[in-house]
């Protein structure tokens, strides 16, 4: 069930090969999407309403004013209930329509009102697929973002052998699942639900009403900031002073400008609802103080044009944001470059400024390419090299993610490095001795900085992790016994961490463990080094453990299999540990917190379901609580459901045990306020997966 939960719009136009759709609704109803289907009235001389929606189970869209309680906004509706609109087979009619936005029909409207990936498949006579008008259209769309299937070669209607045939069905549900699985995957959308100001391009300030005042700004860098944005998946409010390029991908809200003062007049309407704002337009400082209403004559002499001051944008926004809100600002400086730009980032209160210097050749105006710097509040540059406007944007909403605090380790580990070097781990090592009653309890203040300083400074990973980034957890270390004269010690360690949740200051428990089986020899001073190969003491190797635990627990909940190599290492340490005579390592050692059974679960077979839920619980759940708690509810009871189906086949998987020590709190407030048929679902998955602590699971019922 490849795309189960999927929306799928297949768009189908006036071809021959419109015959083949039913099996292509098939295809996607048996890998568990949902079908809606559209067809231009010319599809149905090809392909009859009846067949198309039996095997879709939905009714058939074609005519927009025949409505049958459904919505005259249908087009409207199923553009936001879809996940991807494919157009098979797409006539160069339609393509035609698509490329220049008329929308004549239900098909072409929808397209128009449609936010999301859209693929097309031409098929047609090889003439009409190679007219120039036919080429200018494909690429136009190609060029906006339309993924454009190639057509196949074979015979064709009109008795030719040549390009021209739609691809066979099969082939079209893969193309469009790895289009659907790529766009759906968490990493590609880190900015979904965050609100995102671009301003763009250059203003134009009126002397009369022909002349005007302007600059040689494009637009292009805020275009390429706006596509760059929406492909990590934020909401973009674009506004745009008078420009001949647009973005490459449809905006929701775009507001067309001319002067600084309507581009100001928006920036007031949206900014109170903004989470962050890139200003790059080159927004005219001054404007004419009084505007000619007729067309200004000349006069043979000298003349002087009277100029005020337009206001700042971006000195508005710096001024006025509140602790959640990031600002980006632009700065273009011809001499001590960097100086200026900190001194106008500080003047304007700017999270980040981009400076451009004119001095590179190919950087600055009426380019592709652009060198810039970035500087940001906490002193730190960093310079960029020549490359693509569409990479510096890319770059920038990476850094703009990392401001906003929601592009973490797992960015980092998708997107590559960033400037700042530190470890994973940002861990309170306590050493509690209170059980010891003589001896020399000094001993335990030199293991507890010496661990503290192993745990935080041992680079664990080759991630580069900034300061804001690592990952918040404690190990507490309660001594029982101790030999004071051999220095051998018994102890049981709680390691607890933790993860952030999107939009809430709330941090979930990723692993709650008490391990009753430590047992090593330590003297003060005694140096604590650890290396993947080579293991000297059970204390190194036993922290080591835990926080390769930690890191790939972490790196999973974000990531699709991020988490692996990570987990990898804590397995690679326990087999290195098979030969030590402490306790707590043998696979022949069977109790549920052993480290060997704790890691062999992630490691086997199981690993993929264990990870599944590990992944679906925080992204697919928790992440959405704080913005939609109906969703975030419907991800979290999904993840059970696969953590009870891996439990039924595996009865008393370790795994289990940890997640639901984390989350079994967490559960009983998240579903307390949940509707009742919610609820149920929950006690009864959870009362399957955690019968010991039914008790518990019965407050979600009796709460109100
Ligand atoms: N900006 C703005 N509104 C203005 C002027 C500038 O939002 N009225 C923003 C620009 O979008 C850019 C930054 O401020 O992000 C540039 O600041 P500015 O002071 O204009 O710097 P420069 O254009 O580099 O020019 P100067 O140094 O002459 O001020």
């Known amino acids: 069930m490849s795309l189960q939960g999927k929306h799928i719009v297949l768009g189908v136009s006036g071809g021959i090969a419109a015959y083949k759709t039913p099996a292509l609704v098939r295809l996607f109803v048996q890998a568990g999407a949902e079908v809606r289907v559209v067809c231009t009235a010319h599809a149905l001389e090809f392909v009859t309403p009846l067949t198309l929606e039996t095997v879709s189970g939905n009714s058939l869209y074609t005519d927009m004013f025949h409505r049958v309680g459904e919505r005259s906004t249908r087009h409207v509706h199923y553009a936001d209930w879809a996940d991807v609109l494919l157009v098979a087979p797409a006539t160069a009619n339609i393509l035609a329509k ?10 072409s409207t929808l397209y128009l009102a449609f936010h ?4 097309v498949s031409p098929a047609m006579n090889v003439h009409m697929y190679e007219h120039p008008a036919t080429v200018e259209n494909l690429r136009l769309l190609a060029q906006r973002g339309v993924h454009v299937l190639d057509a196949a ?3 064709l209607a009109c008795g030719y052998e040549a390009k021209g045939r739609m691809p066979e069905p ?3 549900f893969r193309a469009t699942e790895a289009i659907l699985t790529r766009t759906a995957e968490p990493e590609a959308a880190p900015l979904r639900g965050k609100k995102v100001l671009v301003t763009a391009g250059p203003t134009q ?6 002349r005007y005042i302007t600059n040689r700004s494009s637009g292009r860098m805020g275009f390429c900031i706006a596509d760059a944005l929406q492909r990590q998946g934020a909401e973009v409010f674009l506004v745009s002073g008078p420009s001949a390029l647009q973005p490459e991908m449809a905006v929701a809200h775009w507001e067309k400008v001319r002067t600084a003062q309507e581009m100001y007049d928006v920036l007031l309407r949206w900014w109170p609802d903004m989470d962050a704002g890139v200003f790059s337009a080159a927004v005219a400082d001054y404007r004419v103080r009084d505007v000619s209403d007729v067309k200004m004559k000349k006069t043979g002499g000298q003349t002087a044009l009277e100029l005020v001051p337009n206001p700042d944008l971006l000195a508005y926004a710096g001024a006025h944001k509140s602790e959640r809100q990031c600002v980006v600002g632009f700065a273009l400086e011809t001499d001590h470059a960097l100086a200026n730009a900190e001194e106008k980032r500080r003047r304007k209160n700017a999270d980040i400024i981009v400076l451009n210097t004119l001095e590179d050749a190919g950087a600055g105006f009426e380019t592709t390419t652009n060198k810039v710097t970035f500087l940001y509040k906490d002193g730190t540059a960093e310079a960029g090299e020549l490359e693509s406007k569409v990479s510096v944007a890319e770059r920038l909403v990476q850094r703009l993610g990392r401001c906003m605090g929601v592009l973490t380790l797992w960015c980092l580990l998708l997107f590559g490095g960033a400037a700042l070097q530190a470890q994973e781990l940002n861990c309170t090592f306590q050493v509690v001795s209170t059980k010891i009653q003589s001896g020399d309890k000094k001993v335990f203040e030199t293991m507890q900085d010496a661990l503290a300083a192993f745990v935080n400074g041992q680079k664990w990973t080759n991630l580069q992790v900034g300061p804001g980034e690592k990952i918040p957890c404690s190990m507490t270390m309660e001594v029982q016994e101790r030999d004071f004269t051999t220095g051998v010690t018994k102890a049981y360690l709680t390691v607890q961490a933790r ?10 428990t990723l692993l709650n463990v008490v391990d009753k089986d430590v047992v090593f020899t330590y003297n003060a001073f005694d140096p604590i080094e650890f290396s993947d190969n080579n293991i000297s003491s059970n204390l190194t190797a036993v922290v080591a453990y835990y926080s390769y635990l930690i890191i790939g627990l972490y790196l999973d909940s974000f990531a699709p299999n991020a988490g692996e190599v990570c987990l990898g290492k804590a397995d690679n340490v326990v087999s290195m540990c098979q030969g030590m005579s402490e306790p707590g390592w043998k696979s022949g050692e069977r109790n549920n917190r052993n480290r060997y059974w704790m ?7 199981n690993y993929g379901a264990i990870h599944n839920v590990l992944y679906q619980y925080h992204r697919k759940g ?3 609580m704080y913005g939609n708690p109906t969703d975030g509810r419907a991800g979290v009871l999904q993840a059970l459901t696969a953590l009870k189906a891996l439990n039924d086949t595996r009865n008393g998987l370790p795994c289990k045990l940890l997640f639901m020590e984390a989350k079994s709190d967490e559960l009983v407030s998240m579903f307390s306020g949940a509707t009742q048929d919610e609820r149920q679902q929950a006690v009864a998955l959870l009362n399957g997966l955690d019968p010991s602590n039914a008790q518990k699971y019965q407050k979600i019922m009796s709460a109100r």
Do not use: C, F, W
Not at 499 to 508: D, E, F, G, K
């Open 622 to 624: 928790l992440d959405l």
């Open 116 to 119: 999301k990936p859209v693929v």
């Open 599 to 605: 890691i062999e679960n992630y490691m086997n077979g």
């Open 98 to 107: 698509m490329a220049h936005g008329i929308a004549d029909d239900a098909l």
């Open 170 to 172: 099969e082939e079209l």
């Open 205 to 210: 300030e009126p002397i009369d009403p022909v």
């Open 153 to 155: 070669y074979g015979p």
């Open 499 to 508: 993860r952030p949740v999107y939009n809430a200051s709330y941090q979930t």
